[in-house]
C-alpha cells in the first residue's frame, strides 16, 4: 500500500508559478503509474499530467506548455512545476499512484492510490 501526501499549494495571482510536491511512501518500487489530477468546485476530477515508468509523460491540452511533471530519482517524490498560472487553474490537486498497467493514464477511475489533496487558487 502507498501512502500519498501533497503539499505546496497557495494562493497567487494569474501568471504566478507553483511548485506542488508530493511525498510517496509504501511501496515506492513499483509504481507503474503515477499523476496529478485537479477537481474544481462543482466539477468532476481531471487529469492534469502523468508519468509512467518514470519516463514518459502526458498532459492534458489545457496545461501544455505551462506545467511540467517530474519525480524523484528514487521514486519517493512527485512534482508538478505550474509555470503562467491561470484563474481556470484554481481547484483541488490530487497525486495519485498506480502499480498495474493502466490504459488512460490522465483518467482518474484507472487510479487506485490518492492523496488528500492540497488546494490551488489563482485570482
Known amino acids: 500500500q502507498v501512502q500519498l501526501v501533497e503539499s505546496g499549494g497557495g494562493s497567487v495571482q494569474p501568471g504566478g508559478s507553483l511548485r506542488l510536491s508530493c511525498t510517496v511512501s509504501?511501496?515506492?518500487?513499483?509504481?507503474?503509474?503515477m499523476g496529478w489530477f485537479r477537481q474544481a468546485p462543482g466539477k468532476e476530477r481531471e487529469g492534469v499530467a502523468a508519468i509512467r515508468n518514470g519516463l514518459d509523460t502526458s498532459y492534458a491540452d489545457s496545461v501544455k506548455g505551462r506545467f511540467t511533471i517530474s519525480q524523484g530519482n528514487d521514486g519517493n517524490a512527485l512534482y508538478l512545476q505550474m509555470n503562467g498560472l491561470k484563474s481556470e487553474d484554481t481547484g483541488m490537486y490530487y497525486c495519485?499512484?498506480?502499480?498495474?498497467?493502466?490504459?488512460?493514464?490522465?483518467?482518474?477511475?484507472?487510479?487506485?492510490?490518492w492523496g488528500q489533496g492540497t488546494q490551488v487558487t489563482v485570482s
Open positions: 495519485a499512484a498506480e502499480s498495474e498497467p493502466i490504459g488512460w493514464v490522465l483518467g482518474p477511475l484507472e487510479y487506485d492510490n
Open positions: 509504501g511501496s515506492t518500487y513499483n509504481n507503474y503509474c
